[in-house]
């Protein structure tokens, strides 16, 4: 038995076509309801042409720390990803180690020397 999904995004735009307002709803969701966030990064595959369509959006007024935190787990939620999708557990952790020296390097972790 097969069924359709669906995931909704509204973004509301200022006068310069900044988003302002992100929000998101799942169909199989848990929230009755949209939920609100300040960044977001969808991408497709299109496999015919072997290229990537891609949505990446903030809202004006998300702090640089915010985007630096959220980049940081995107990129472990990246390998995660890759990981069962591929089951590439050594490119995995080298994106997870990428993670890690991104972080430090902004100084969201302390280093273990420290």
């Known amino acids: ?3 359709t999904a669906e995931i ?3 973004v509301d735009l200022d006068s310069a076509d ?3 307002r992100i ?18 990064m969808l991408s497709v595959w299109d496999t015919k042409n072997k290229s990537l369509a891609a949505i990446d959006l903030w809202i004006k007024d998300t702090s640089v720390e915010d ?9 472990h939620k990246m390998a995660d990803t890759y990981l069962r999708a ?3 557990e050594e490119i995995a952790n080298s994106i997870h180690e990428f993670g890690e ?13 420290d």
């Open 1 to 3: 038995m097969s069924r």
């Open 8 to 10: 909704k995004l509204t």
């Open 18 to 20: 900044l988003p302002t």
């Open 23 to 40: 929000e998101w709803q799942a169909s199989e969701g848990q929230a009755d309801g949209p939920i609100s966030c300040e960044s977001m």
């Open 67 to 75: 985007l630096n935190i959220y980049f940081y787990q995107v990129i």
């Open 86 to 88: 591929t089951k590439n």
């Open 101 to 113: 020296g991104f972080a430090e390097n902004l100084g969201l972790l302390k280093r273990s020397d």
